[in-house]
């Protein structure tokens, strides 16, 4: 007969033990909101896994999902040194 300690231990599916999460753990590894990690799956063309009505996502498509997403480097604008006011001039 299992004991009581058997139903307190965490099933480990195998998407989870491949490296999958769900969208809430997803969105913590990413650093973003679930909700726009889901609207991105559902709208927005990011690459995720669909089984019946559950959304997975795995490490690949994280990764992918950030890179998507990163902004490269640009180079720093030059800044115009202030020189003070403009003296005024009288119209003749």
């Known amino acids: 007969m299992p004991s009581v300690e058997d ?4 099933i480990v599916t195998t998407m989870e033990r491949d490296g999958f999460m769900r969208p809430k753990e997803a969105a ?3 650093g973003c909101g ?3 990690l889901k609207d991105g799956a559902n709208q927005r063309g990011f690459p995720h896994t669909r ?3 559950f959304l997975w996502f795995s490490p690949e498509d994280r990764v992918q999902i950030r890179d998507m ?4 480097a640009q180079p720093a604008k030059m800044r115009r040194r202030k020189t ?3 003296p005024l001039t009288r119209a003749a």
């Open 28 to 30: 913590q590894d990413i």
């Open 7 to 10: 139903h307190a231990t965490p």
């Open 51 to 53: 089984l019946g009505k």
């Open 34 to 36: 679930e909700r726009w």
């Open 84 to 86: 003070g006011p403009k």
């Open 69 to 72: 997403h990163r902004v490269p």
